[in-house]
């Protein structure tokens, strides 16, 4: 017992850092919902939420080495259950609760304000309730590709994941984990990613595969446990420093495995632990720099793109509208005659879209969708924080905000903002690339490109935002207001390979709908990119020769 994670030795190790992440743990296990872990400085008096038997619950955890807990901490879980509607309230502590604080609890509950108070006793009488962890019910593709991972593990000792965002690369790596502490149960595992945010996310969503008894960690810059048995997330510089000094686990695991370069602190790591098995889950695989992942873990041991995802009814199906109002034509006269540079021609074959005609396209599509619910991608933080604004000045749109990594928006006031999104609270968000990687917003409907990238990684990864199905869901709207022809390159693929005889359609399931505003654009658009058919991963200085497109330009 004296391992687990709420075993009293533990809570007293872990502190008051750890405390409220381990009962969010002990939630997930007794079955709560939607759990959230608000703590911090905004949290109203709250420190984690969720969900059960369709009742909201706040709880305030106060961890302590001696003592009692005070009246305090009973009106500060009274005033967030004022603020997030909570229909019951939980004091949890290591310690016990004072008189006082008893007696008030019971005073609010004689007005109809039900607060609990769950002592160390109680977590380990929760945790005890539960024998093992839940079996996960796998799509048939996860089932294939989990197999597939720990047939190269085990004889490569080295695998690969492409699954397309919305299929669950991080459900499939789960369950590898969870085999092998099957296998050894003393086993320690590593999760790696290149943020302290995503490696905190990592944690929570893995929690629901590992036995109970398998305690978890985060190793960051700010958080440094000195007992790393069990399963640890770790930031890749703290990961490496641990390993240089003799941290060796037999299973390390990479997420968004697109961030190992042929150098860098991944490459080191990866070295270092050599002697480790090693895997990496991804949903876009390439690179800027060209380098191959598949060089380090070896040929994807299984791969599932986006548009057979669609295909097979495992996304949202996407109605994606190009708008290419802003040709200017005079260029296209032009291009024949001259050999331009890709940032020449974007430049100058794209007028500037305003944000007002970005504000009236997004404004029809949410009239017509069910349940409306967006995202608009921005180019910087300064026009993220300017569309939100102008966005407000929209009635059913005036509790819009921008998430962002910027001075003035704390990790806090951000996750804040994702949980009142979630909840409906907040129609839109406007965002900087924060929304790219490792954030589940199934609920999105709406995605609007209001911005320009280069990247085909960061494309997918932001179109992925929209493609998690949910019930009632079954199609995205992806509006692209777009002013860069590798764009252009990268949707017409995408069109291309849906349509391609190779992939099965399986019967009633609707394929993707792809559209351009502008017939005459259109056609124009997919001559030139015929004619170059690197188009789509060209860098700036790449030079286009365009034969004449004999399109009558009025």
Not at 80 to 108: C, F, I, K, W
Not at 417 to 424: M, N, S, T, V
């Amino acid at each position: 017992m004296t391992d687990a994670y709420l075993d009293p030795r533990q809570l007293l190790v872990g502190g008051e850092q750890r405390f409220a992440t381990q009962v969010e743990r002990l939630l997930g296990q007794l079955g709560y919902s939607d759990v959230a872990n608000i703590d911090g400085s905004g949290d109203k008096g709250g420190d984690l939420l969720g969900t059960i038997a369709g009742k909201q619950w706040v709880f305030q955890c106060k961890w302590q080495l001696r003592g009692s807990v005070p009246k305090s901490a009973v009106d500060e879980v009274s005033s967030a259950m004022d603020h997030y509607r909570g229909e019951r309230g939980v004091v949890v502590t290591n310690v016990a609760p004072s008189r006082d604080a008893v007696a008030r609890a019971q005073a609010l509950k004689r007005i109809g304000q039900r607060i609990d108070f769950w002592t160390g006793a109680d977590l380990m009488q929760l945790w005890e309730q539960r024998d093992r962890r839940s079996p996960i019910r796998l799509r048939d593709y996860q089932r294939e590709a989990v197999t597939s991972l720990i047939e190269d593990l085990d004889t490569e000792g080295r695998a690969l994941l492409v699954l397309a965002t919305g299929l669950g690369k991080t459900v499939v790596g789960g369950e590898v984990v969870a085999h092998h502490l099957e296998v050894d149960p003393h086993a320690n595992v590593l999760v790696a990613a290149h943020t302290k945010d995503l490696v905190a996310q990592l944690e929570r969503a893995l929690w629901k595969h590992l036995p109970k008894s398998v305690k978890t960690q985060l190793l960051t810059g700010d958080e440094k446990p000195g007992d790393l048995r069990g399963v640890t997330f770790a930031t890749v510089a703290s990961a490496l420093s641990a390993a240089q000094s003799g941290y060796q686990p037999s299973l390390v695991m990479i997420d968004e495995t697109h961030h190992v370069g042929e150098d860098g602190f991944y490459s080191k790591l990866l070295e270092v632990l050599e002697d480790s098995s090693q895997f990496g889950v991804t949903a876009t695989p390439w690179r800027g720099d060209r380098y191959d992942i598949e060089d380090h873990f070896g040929p994807a041991s299984y791969k599932l793109g986006i548009e057979e995802g669609m295909h097979r009814g495992y996304l949202a199906q996407v109605d994606y509208r190009l708008f290419v109002d802003n040709i200017d034509w005079e260029v296209v006269k032009d291009a024949s005659r001259r050999s331009y540079s890709m940032k020449e021609l974007n430049t100058k074959l794209f007028l500037p879209q305003r944000d007002e005609a970005v504000r009236d396209e997004l404004l029809a599509a949410w009239n017509s969708t069910l349940d409306p619910r967006g995202i608009v991608f921005c180019q910087t933080i300064e026009h993220a924080e300017r569309m939100a604004e102008l966005l407000r000045r929209t009635p059913e749109w005036r509790n819009t905000q921008a998430v962002h990594t910027g001075p003035g928006l704390s990790m806090r006031e951000r996750q804040l903002r994702l949980i009142d999104f979630r909840a409906g609270r907040i129609p839109i968000l406007t965002a900087v690339d924060i929304l790219n990687e490792g954030v589940d917003v199934p609920d999105v409907n709406i995605i609007c490109f209001a911005r320009v990238t280069h990247s085909r990684r960061i494309f997918v990864q932001q179109l992925g935002r929209g493609l998690r199905l949910r019930e009632g869901k079954n199609k995205v709207v992806a509006l692209d207001f777009v002013s860069d022809l590798r764009r252009v390159a990268a949707v017409l693929n995408l069109r291309r390979q849906a349509e391609a005889d190779e992939i099965e359609v399986l019967p009633d399931v609707p394929q993707p709908e792809i559209t351009f505003s502008d017939a005459e654009a259109e056609s124009l658009l997919e001559q030139w990119i015929l004619d170059a058919a690197s188009l789509e991963t060209a860098n700036d200085d790449h030079r286009l020769q365009f034969i004449d497109p004999e399109v009558t330009v009025s």
